[in-house]
């Protein structure tokens, strides 16, 4: 073969694909590893984890996922007997930018509301670029770090008392004031109890990349009791060379597919009907809303009534953050990017979701309809 054959043979290969195969997901044994244990409560919370069924790709996790802590799981209290009555649920995706976000701010703003619909019953943020400390002592740079604002985020939760689970992705480079080291990861923070936690490595580009799944409960104006699945998701902002000069995005691209492919894996997806589900994140899709990554999730999720389509990062008129739903017809939602960055380089986006009363739900004739009743809570 001639070397220009050999160099067409390569571009189509890199044209077609970024010389990159979708990579198959599985739900992963017992963690051998401690960073894929959990902490946080007694007894130790259950987390699945899935990851690439490839062994490379998971000897390639493997390296990373030993550079951070554990997985962490707290709650304010023991779990209530029986599932709070709600009818509006506020569900948000915030990039707090390293930890720096002012996140007590941006949650009391949460909680009020707006003048039209008033406080919500309940509130659930899907985060990423959240930062933990790791051990006590002097951080490489301390005046660095106490400048830059990072905050621990055990420490805002416990002074919040709400639902957490945090997922360390990587070492972060800054740490918090006082503190050796630092991971920092993607987390669920909600008013609800938080369930069926799931833990999903994606494939390796440049860094480890996760998404934290979690089901929350409650009791809709009709006394029936219903589940919403959320995710929280932070996907590759640059693609690896190799595969860059073939298609930007298609690292993306390949995590996204693992991403939906996890998700389809998870036994709340094998439920009579599969949950109702809000998947929201950083998806880094600085290409615009052409990129294949929101293809993908737009041909498996719904779109909003009304979606505010404004940028949601300051530095650059970007779109970057969005919220995905998948939901039964009578739930009544609406969408929004908020107007301020609480600090952070990123905007905030809005979910409200309105369960509305008895007489507003339709028959239950097909499987993606109604809130679905919780089968198996624990």
Do not use: K
């Not at 003048?115 to 051990?135: C, K, N, S």
């Not at 104006?221 to 073939?246: K, T, Y």
């Not at 994140?281 to 990554?293: I, M, S, Y």
């Not at 499987?367 to 919780?374: N, R, S």
């Amino acid at each position: 073969m001639t070397t220009r054959a050999l160099l067409a043979g390569l571009m189509a290969c890199l044209a077609a694909s970024g010389c990159a195969r979708s990579v198959r997901m599985t739900l992963a044994p017992e963690p051998v590893v401690a960073c894929r244990a959990a902490s946080g409560s007694h007894p130790p919370p259950v987390v699945a984890w899935f990851q690439p069924d490839d062994e490379g790709e998971r000897r390639a996790l493997d390296e990373r996922c030993a550079q951070v802590g554990r997985v962490l799981v707290q709650a304010p209290g023991p779990r209530p007997p029986q599932a709070p009555a709600v009818r509006r649920v506020v569900v948000a995706t915030w990039n707090m930018h390293d930890g720096r976000g002012d996140l007590l701010e941006f949650v009391e703003t949460l909680r009020r509301g707006t003048p039209e619909t008033g406080a919500p019953d309940a509130v659930v943020i899907l985060l990423q670029e959240v930062v933990r400390a790791l051990g006590v002592g002097s951080a490489p740079d301390s005046r660095r770090t106490s400048q830059t604002g990072v905050q621990d985020i055990p420490s805002l939760v416990g002074r919040l008392g709400w639902h957490f689970a945090y997922l360390p992705g990587r070492r972060n480079r800054l740490a918090p004031q006082g503190a050796a080291a630092a991971d920092r990861g993607v987390a669920i923070l909600s008013t609800l109890p938080l369930t069926h936690l799931e833990a999903i490595e994606l494939p390796v580009e440049r860094q480890r990349r996760v998404a934290l799944s979690a089901v929350v409960e409650g009791t809709a104006p009709d006394g029936a009791p219903w589940q919403l699945r959320v995710v929280s998701v932070h996907l590759e902002n640059r693609s690896g060379a190799r595969r860059f000069w073939a298609r930007a995005g298609a690292s993306r691209t390949r995590q996204t597919e693992a991403l939906l492919e996890a998700l389809a894996l998870s036994p709340t997806q094998r439920a009579p009907s599969p949950l109702p589900t809000v998947i929201g994140g950083d998806f880094n899709t600085w290409l615009g809303p052409d990129e294949e990554t929101m293809a993908l999730l737009r041909d498996e999720f719904m779109s909003w009534p009304s979606e505010d389509a404004r940028p949601t990062i300051g530095v650059r008129d970007w779109r970057l953050d969005y919220l995905f739903p998948r939901l039964p017809d009578h739930i009544r939602a609406t969408h929004r990017r908020l107007d301020s960055m609480f600090g952070s380089d990123h905007y905030p986006v809005v979910a409200a979701l309105d369960l509305g009363p008895a007489e507003s739900r339709p028959p239950r004739t097909h499987a993606h309809e109604g809130v679905t009743p919780c089968q198996d809570c624990n």
